[in-house]
């Protein structure tokens, strides 16, 4: 068996699948390996947020390319429906101080030439009538929306293999390895694979891989959790988020809402080895949730799930060629937000795989840029 | 732990059946059709399959189809059907009300509600 | 957070024997059940369990029920209903779903016994109201009192195919056909003998093709399959039904315990995926064990001596029970279930098709496999069935190796030999004479057993039936006798009906038939 | 298709007679009884339409595991009509997709 090739992906998940597809589609030889199963990470655990709103502005960019050119053409791209609705995003304020942090994003977004704006709670409510008095003022995006990550992950994988990118699953990469300066080697429990660029996208496990080839990132996993009701009526088609980032989702094209949030616990969870859901977690979420919509009283939670964040240091990713070491490119620390920018992540990473100039600004999001405070 | 599976090794043409219009999983109406096709599509595991189709993502939580999916996907990929991993189970077991779940209480559960 | 010693998720038969052994030695224990009553689907079994003494032979399921529950009281058991466990979480905690609130508990031990739910089999048509499982026929019957419908198609011939086939006759449906895919008859042959000699025709080797109907099902074809499973063309037959019911296995119901972490494994001797577990049902989380069905598909009686396992090693963990105490009861519990475990129908034997004989040599009856009665030339092999002896005598038509001796104990004349091995096919001793008491006739929970006089008269022979229809036959009716196919083969007349509280509900008709027909009549019905 | 008298049960305990509402038409059971005993009872066996295929779907397994048999019961919809008990005055209505007609 063969087991080389140009532009060898660790993590099979939407980046990864993401940056094989657009590699594939130029026609270079991509080996995608996953440890486990496609998308099993974030990639298929989060709340399905297409957000430029509420971004730091080094990842905006990112946001505002893919919203603007790669998302609205993604599912007649990929031949599958990606579920995309770019129906805006409000994210929601219930005190003074909620509006004081939302003003804040705003102004920096507005700064960087994104359209959005403060609203007061009337508006709010004419745009999404379901949600409560107790909301009294969002930051609204009219350009966001959200699509079904599952889908997405599996449209760009189902197409990068079509494609002829090479997906192997149950491959764990234990080390990578430098012969003659520059990055060559990657050795799996199982076996070795050889190519001339590397790029690393496994999530919150990244940095244990990372450290193998002497280089670190600083990021943590964070447990997130999230639940998904019934099938209901059409309700609304907006993304929603709050203030304090304690709670988002939308209602989904079968129907059923999804929704995500914190107890405020979720960086102190136990070190188990596979993300397990806590018993009070979901029933935050749903107090969480009937504030804002009273009349989801009684739709009825069918499943919960939780996952690990990839959470860096500052919040936002690391998508750079690291100098240190030829050939590594590295793609992580996406905290929690990556599923939104992912077709344009996985564009600039196919461009710095192929030796190319990034077509959107990444200069933010550089490997070397932590310091310490003092 | 996970079976290596290289995705590219080819398990053939799709080829449509007469029984491919059957329901299988009866709370998402999926079809046997549409689930081998996905297998052919690339979806190898139960989970993937699950995502991609919705397949035991309703109301009772593949209660009833989780078995004939592993069955049909195990025969599409030629592999024994125990082979296969089952999807995750997940709490809450029942569906539950929003309102009820958001209700945490440290009143006991007595005999007689 | 309340923290109780030991919580058995599950108040089936499983569950609530975990929880009275564990609350006899002195343990805190709360069952939790989802459903308004206790007893999972015993109280849905009418029909007489298998076994022996002790393992409640001869006893309906419902009232092993009733039993288990007074036991449960009687031992302090906390049992709570309408308490769903939505989830097991770390540390054994657990959450549990109750009217309009959600309550978090805490286990030093969780037993877990929430036994199994339905296989279904797809084919076209088969999403049609009218199309349900076996369960949920049963449970329409015996718990709510409402016939699922009149004319009923049954798939599955495994035990729970035929039982419920017999209930549904019971109730009053009419039972159009039994069909299974597999070649031969899964469930035990006294249980497909006493559904066909109601005149329900039994189809191996037969699938269903199609259900049809606009709004719910009216019609349903089969055909018969070839090796492959696959449909031989110009096989097909149509019935005419409303329902179709289907019994093609049990699987555990076992996801609290996957998603609680516990190691699970695929096992298709035990129904599906089940958790590893020890000899005592601990589940690789310490602490944390799986009895009952939840664990493999066996039967109820099985399941409570799980349970009463499970729940005396969380005692003896717990420092309730002393080692030896242990010892003692864990060896006669691994005793008594490893005696059900004996036989053709052992888990170990599950699915084979290669058993051609009993464990005494004797050729199994192919025609019971295939049409669900013993044929005429072939039941004088069995040891149980004796022609030629004076007077009334015993006719024993049990011929497979099942674990099952109440009617030796029945027999107070000693006619009746099954010997130490329950498993072994009865023998009928000639040398004793029979009484003709019948209660081994009442007591047969396969009502395999007749008694025969085949010199009544000059002319006539009598044979006493088992016999649990409505309405009952009087002394002095006349009707139809009918032999083991069903099939209609002489006139009859009752000539005595007894029932008596200990028979429980088995009563025992004789009838009159001509005296060529004392070894062939063996159901009765009155002419209508 | 109620069973007057069983062989082995002998005569079925029943709650109370009481009347409920069926797509609008009153209809008789008996109080405590599951939703889907009492429609069964009365001959109803469609409760509802599926969502994409518009298919009648009744009664499955009976012990509120399928959740076929779901229907707006008193304007909520998704009730396992199999293990919810009859009361009196009950609006049942059969479900299409997720919502009454």
């Known amino acids: 068996m063969n087991s080389s090739a140009e532009v060898l992906i660790i993590g099979g998940g939407v980046i990864g699948c993401a940056t094989a597809y657009y590699l594939a589609k130029k026609g270079i030889e991509v080996i995608v390996l996953e440890k486990n199963q496609i998308g099993e990470g974030g990639s298929s655990r989060n709340g399905g947020g297409v957000r430029q709103s509420g971004r730091d502005p080094r990842e905006l960019p990112l946001a505002m390319y893919a919203v603007e050119h790669l998302w609205p053409i993604l599912s007649e791209e990929l031949g599958m429906d990606v579920e995309y609705y770019k129906k805006g995003n409000l994210r929601l304020a219930k005190t003074p101080a909620h509006i004081k942090i939302l003003e804040g994003l705003t102004s920096r977004a507005q700064a960087v030439g994104l359209k959005v704006q403060m609203i007061d709670g009337e508006e709010v409510r004419k745009i999404n009538p379901h949600l409560s008095d107790e909301v009294i003022g969002a930051s609204w995006c009219p350009t966001d929306g959200h699509a079904n990550p599952m889908l997405t992950t599996l449209a760009y994988y189902k197409n990068a293999r079509k494609a002829g990118a090479r997906f192997i699953t149950g491959e764990k990469v234990l080390e990578l390895k430098k012969v003659k300066g520059r990055i060559r080697k990657v050795i799996t429990d199982h076996s070795e694979y050889e190519a001339e660029t590397v790029i690393l996208a496994a999530g919150f496990e990244s940095r244990k891989i990372a450290n193998t080839i002497g280089i670190d990132i600083p990021m943590q996993r964070v447990l997130l959790e999230a639940l998904v009701t019934e099938a209901q009526p059409k309700m609304f088609e907006q993304m929603l988020g709050t203030a304090e980032a304690d709670f988002y989702g939308h209602q989904s094209t079968h129907g059923s809402f999804v929704f995500g949030g914190s107890s405020g616990m979720d960086a102190y969870t136990s070190d188990y080895d596979r993300p397990v859901t806590t018993s009070f977690t979901a029933s935050c979420i749903c107090r969480g949730i009937m504030k804002y919509f009273p009349e989801l009283a009684e739709a009825k939670i069918v499943r919960t799930w939780s996952g690990w964040i990839d959470e860096c240091a500052d919040k936002v990713p690391v998508i750079d060629k690291v100098e240190e070491v030829p050939g590594l490119i590295v793609a992580c620390g996406f905290t929690g937000h990556g599923f939104g920018i992912c077709p344009a992540v996985g564009t600039v990473l196919s461009e710095l795989a192929m030796g190319e100039q990034p077509s959107i600004d990444i200069s933010g999001l550089k490997y070397g840029r932590f310091k310490a405070k003092i | ?113 | 957070m309340k923290r109780i010693e030991l919580i058995v998720i599950g108040a089936g038969p499983a569950g609530l024997s975990a929880a009275i052994e564990a609350a006899k030695t002195g343990m805190e224990v709360v069952v939790f059940d989802e459903n308004a009553k206790p007893g999972g689907q015993l109280f849905k079994q009418i029909h007489k369990f298998f076994g022996s003494k002790e393992h409640r032979a001869k006893v309906r399921g419902y009232k092993i029920g009733q039993e288990l529950l007074e036991e449960a009281n009687k031992a302090g058991v906390n049992v709570i209903l309408n308490a769903t466990v939505i989830g097991i979480f770390e540390n054994k905690e657990i959450t549990v779903m109750a009217e309009d609130r959600i309550v978090h508990y805490k286990a030093d031990y969780l037993i877990v016994a929430t036994g199994a739910s339905e296989n279904m089999v797809p084919f076209e048509g088969w999403t049609l109201p009218g199309v349900i499982g076996a369960g949920a026929a049963q449970t329409l019957i015996n718990l709510h009192g409402v016939k699922p419908g009149n004319k009923i198609l049954m798939l599955g011939s495994g035990n729970v195919g035929l039982v419920v086939s017999y209930q549904l006759l019971q109730a009053g449906c009419e039972v159009v056909a039994l069909v299974d895919a597999a070649k031969r008859v899964g469930g035990y042959g006294v249980h497909a003998a006493k559904v066909a000699r109601c005149g329900v025709p039994f189809y191996l080797s037969h699938t269903i093709v199609k259900a049809e109907g606009e709004e719910c099902v009216n019609k349903v074809t089969i055909a018969e399959v070839d090796e492959s499973w696959h449909t031989i063309s110009g096989t097909e037959k149509q019935f005419e039904v409303d329902t179709i019911c289907m019994a093609v296995g049990l699987s555990p119901m076992s996801q609290l315990l996957k998603a609680a972490g516990c190691m699970m494994i695929e096992d298709n001797k035990r129904g599906g995926v089940v958790p590893k577990t020890d000899s005592y049902g601990q589940t690789s989380i310490k602490g944390i064990y799986a009895s009952g069905d939840v664990s493999g598909i066996e039967e109820a009686s099985s399941a409570m001596i799980e349970g009463r396992i499970s729940g005396i090693a969380a005692a003896k963990d717990a420092g309730y029970l002393s080692e030896t105490l242990f010892q003692e009861k864990v060896n006669s519990y691994h005793k008594a279930i490893d005696c059900l475990r004996q036989g053709m129908f052992a888990p170990e034997n599950r699915g084979r098709t290669d058993l051609t004989s009993t464990e005494e040599g004797v050729l199994i009856s192919q025609s019971l496999l295939t049409k669900g009665y013993v044929d005429e030339t072939e039941i004088y092999r069995y040891p149980g069935v004796r022609t030629g002896i004076k007077g009334v005598h015993p006719v024993i038509e049990c011929t497979q190796n099942i674990p099952c001796n109440p009617c030796q104990d029945a027999c107070q004349r000693h006619c009746i030999k099954i010997g130490n091995s329950i498993t072994s096919l009865p023998v009928v001793d000639e040398t004793e004479i029979c009484s003709g008491c019948g209660m081994c006739v009442a007591f047969c929970s396969g009502q395999a057993i007749f008694l025969v006089n085949e010199e009544y008269d000059e002319n006539y022979a009598t044979v006493t039936l088992p016999y649990e229809f409505l309405p009952l036959p009087k002394k002095g009716d006349q009707g139809k006798a009918f032999d083991r196919s069903g099939t209609e083969v002489c006139d009859a007349e009752v000539v005595e009906v007894r029932s008596a509280k200990v028979m429980d509900h088995t009563n025992l008709v004789t009838i009159k038939v001509s005296k060529d027909m004392a070894m062939k009549a063996r159901f009765y019905k009155a002419i209508v | 298709m109620r069973i007057e008298e069983h062989p082995i049960l002998g005569v079925p305990e029943k709650g109370k007679k009481v009347l409920f509402y069926f797509d609008g038409k009153p209809m008789e059971g008996y109080e405590g009884e599951p939703i889907a005993a009492a429609l069964r009872a009365a001959g109803v066996l469609v409760h509802r339409h599926t969502m994409k295929q518009d298919k009648p779907r009744g009664i499955f397994c009976a012990i509120g595991r399928c959740t076929d048999c779901v229907m707006v019961v008193d304007g909520k919809p998704n009730i396992r009509t199999c293990v919810t008990p009859l009361t009196e005055g009950m609006k049942v209505q059969t479900q299409y997709g997720v919502s009454p007609k």
Not at chain 2, 5 to 20: A, M, T
Not at chain 2, 29 to 45: F, L, N
Not at chain 2, 54 to 59: A, D, Y
């Open chain 2, 1 to 113: 732990m996970a079976k290596i599976i290289d995705r590219s090794i080819s398990i053939g043409e799709f080829i449509p059946q007469p029984d491919d219009d059957l329901i299988i999983c009866r709370c998402e109406e999926v079809t046997k059709g549409e689930i081998r096709r996905a297998v052919h599509d690339g979806m190898y595991t139960m989970t993937e399959i699950r995502r991609y189709l919705r397949t035991g993502m309703g109301l009772c939580q593949g209660q009833t189809c989780s078995k004939l999916v592993k069955g049909i996907v195990a025969k599409e990929l030629g592999v024994p059907a125990d082979q296969l991993e089952g999807g995750t189970s997940r709490a809450p077991v029942r569906p539950v009300e929003m309102k009820i779940l958001a209700n945490e209480s440290e009143k006991e559960v007595s005999k007689h509600e």
